[in-house]
């Protein structure tokens, strides 16, 4: 599902740094958009905003014309890929996939078939032993993308 995202008079301060000025951006539904420019000029952190991880200093966003300023990020229509894959270089893959899981307190049994699934869903269903060393850094994006909560 895609949704029209409107970003309005965005601004955000970090102490006395203004790191988004009067950021004002309409993407279309299933438009794609590119955020290009130097190192500190504020892609992250108009991509934070978005996801609601930061809450902005002033300004709104609208996904889908619902406001969502003040959604925290889970219960927002949007998804994140961090660019580090925070994946535990110590456990398989199938133990990072399962992880959250594990940390609900489902049994064993359960979160292994689930990982199993998502390890196959991405394309790695072969290799549920394998470290995240041991894949390339798509390889390693797609057991993270199967590592979200809530997959």
Known sequence: MTAPVSLTGLNHWFADFHALKDIDL??????????????GCGKTTLLSVL?????????K?????????HVAPA???TTTMFQDYALFPHMSLRDNVAF??????QARATRHKRAA????????GHAPMAR???????QRQRVATGA???C
């Open 26 to 39: 309409d993407i279309g539904a299933g438009e794609y958009v590119t955020l290009l420019g130097p190192s």
């Open 51 to 59: 996801g609601g991880f930061i809450m902005p200093t002033a300004g």
């Open 61 to 69: 966003v609208l996904i889908g014309g619902q406001d969502m300023t």
């Open 75 to 77: 219960r927002r229509p």
């Open 100 to 105: 959250g899981l594990r940390m609900a307190g």
């Open 117 to 124: 699934a998502m390890l196959e869903l991405v394309g790695l």
């Open 132 to 138: 995240p060393h041991e894949l390339s850094g798509g």
């Open 148 to 150: 979200r909560p809530g």
